[in-house]
């Protein structure tokens, strides 16, 4: 049992070596491993160079809570269902309605011409109205659409029911936390947290980050891009009203010496149709945002440049115009610049907010907090206290309960944080305070796995063994109870890695790692310490 094989010890100091090697860059300066761009440099170009990442409670960062707008995605539904409505009925054959669906307080309207048609046009509508999937199990279906007869015999009045609504809640958070998630890593943000919280709100923390605002730009952005003809010849009053024929709007502007201006209500391209978008300079080095499509959007585009030479197109981020330049020809490779001002900061940071994607729906910051890094550095000094005292008072301990083992405990203990410092670092963990107090707790089990071990070897050295089979039972006969321990603490760190967020997470990991390690050094490493001792000092008794 405490025959070592040559290739088993060569493994084990691998191992310990390994750990050591990925646990060093946390003590180095950053100068010393990293250059002015951050690259690795030195050894550090052949030798692991990254360090564990401190969470938001340690390293300081910003706090945010965003708010879905669910009204603007109740209105667009809305608009959409009053757009098929309207496509419906006029399908062959058509018909007739007085003037055009409308949305009055949160439903459509449509008036027919002929009270003759209610029966045809309820029958057509019907066929807007697709069943879902309830939540509750996937077993019922219920209705997107409420269409019932008005007042009189020649009006209906269409809803969305709050089923669907509640769907697209859902829908719409879950994909507005991936488009967040995606944006928020374009930046080079290392382990942001970005959870739902309640129904209608998005967690954002994003860990040394100390400009909140430049995050809210970020996220808040819709980033809806897309791409209209401008139309010459309207009049546009100074507020931005007008008439305006079928098909055409008055957006705001971002130029000065143009407020508003109007543009056909189709997008030529949209920014789905965006492969990638950079930043870039135009012909006078200002910054720009470069943009390609895909071979759709690239030939679409190459059809309505080809065809509006000599006219302008307004190009439209969130329903306002940023630049709307000449087509003096057409465009046919499917890319080019947007310019319109822009720093290189703000230029970066729109073709990043393109490239993740657009949100589905508006949000708002609705709280912000800035924790600072004074707050973090603090926090880091009263972990690292409290893991030096509770190492220390084990190392007294054991030294005074068990002598010489007690010695070989801390040195299986520091080979512990070693290994556990090294995953964290090797896995880019990132460490909260939660995660400290996992660490400290580790440190209590991997001393505990001894504790049971050195008593079991008590035990069968009293029994008259001699001290090789002593300690060769104490380690065969205490691997259950090691195990069983273990097990079952690794199972409850898996549940709240599984169902925990932010901070949860964070204890969970530093957890399930320190326990994986307190295993092997508690168990295989002094084991193989014990061994070595055996052999080398042969004792005859036992001082424990």
């Known amino acids: 049992m405490l025959y070592f094989a040559p290739w088993k010890t060569t493994v084990v100091t ?52 965003f708010q879905v707008d669910m009204d603007e995605v109740r209105q667009e539904r809305l608009e959409n269902l009053q757009d098929d409505a309207r496509s419906a009925l006029r399908e062959d054959p058509p018909i007739l309605i007085a003037g055009s669906p409308a949305v009055v307080e949160g439903q459509v309207i449509v008036r027919l011409s002929r009270p003759d048609d209610m029966d045809r046009a309820l029958e057509r509508l019907e066929e807007l109205n697709e069943p879902i999937t309830t939540a509750a199990g996937g077993q ?34 879950t994909q507005s936390i991936e488009v967040i998630r995606r944006r928020v890593d374009s930046t080079g943000t290392t382990e942001p947290n970005i959870a739902r919280q309640g129904e209608d709100r998005v967690l954002v923390q994003v860990p040394g980050e100390s400009d909140p605002q430049r995050i809210i730009d970020l996220v808040g952005t819709t980033a809806r891009l897309t791409f209209h003809m401008v139309e010459e010849g309207i009049t546009i009053n100074p507020d931005g009203t007008g008439r305006t024929p079928p098909g055409v709007m008055i957006l705001p502007s971002e130029r000065s010496s143009e407020p508003y201006l109007a543009v056909q209500r189709r997008a030529l391209v949209t920014g789905e149709q965006l492969v990638n978008a950079g930043q870039a300079f135009d012909q006078n080095g200002q910054p720009a945002v470069s943009f390609r499509f895909n071979t759709s959007g690239a030939r679409s585009f190459a059809e309505a440049t080809t065809q509006n030479r000599g006219r302008r197109f307004a190009i439209v981020l969130d329903d306002t115009i940023i630049s709307a330049p000449v087509i003096r020809s057409a465009i046919t490779g499917g890319s080019g610049i947007i310019e319109g001002g822009f720093t290189l900061q703000s230029a970066t940071d729109l073709s990043n907010m393109l490239n993740a994607g657009a949100l589905p729906a508006r949000l708002t910051p609705v709280e912000q907090r800035t924790v600072t890094a004074s707050l973090g550095a603090d926090s880091v000094a009263r972990g690292e206290t409290a893991v030096l005292i509770g190492f220390g008072l084990v190392i007294v301990f054991m030294a005074l309960a068990y002598g010489f083992f007690g010695i070989v405990s801390t040195l299986a203990l520091l080979a512990n944080i070693l290994l556990l410092l090294g995953a964290l670092s090797g896995l880019q963990a990132t460490l909260t305070l939660p995660g400290i107090a996992g660490i400290v707790l580790t440190i209590g089990m991997a001393v505990d796995a001894n504790v049971l071990i050195f008593e079991r070897v008590r035990e069968e050295y009293r029994l008259g063994r001699t001290v090789t089979t002593a300690f060769e039972a104490g380690y065969s006969r205490a691997l259950s109870a090691i195990l069983d321990a273990n097990i079952t603490t690794l199972i409850a760190a898996s549940v709240l890695y599984m169902l925990g967020a932010g901070p949860v997470r964070g204890f969970a990991v530093t957890l399930g790692i320190g326990i994986l390690t307190s295993v092997f050094t508690a168990f295989v490493f002094s084991r193989l310490l014990i061994s070595t001792w055996l052999r080398m000092a042969r004792p005859k008794s036992l001082a424990m």
Do not use: C, W, Y
Not at 47 to 53: D, G
Not at 141 to 166: F, H, K
């Open 140 to 173: 019922g279906m219920t209705q997107t659409l409420t269409i019932n007869q008005g007042d009189d015999d020649r009006t209906i009045r269409l809803g969305i029911t709050e089923a669907a609504l509640d769907a697209v809640r859902q829908r719409t958070v």
């Open 14 to 65: 691998l191992v310990i070596l390994i750990g050591l090697l990925f646990t060093l860059p946390n003590f180095v300066p950053e100068s010393v491993r990293l250059d002015a761009n951050g690259e690795p440099k030195g050894v550090f170009t052949v030798l692991p160079h990254k360090t564990i990442n401190l969470g938001l409670d340690l390293r300081g960062g910003s706090h945010l809570v």
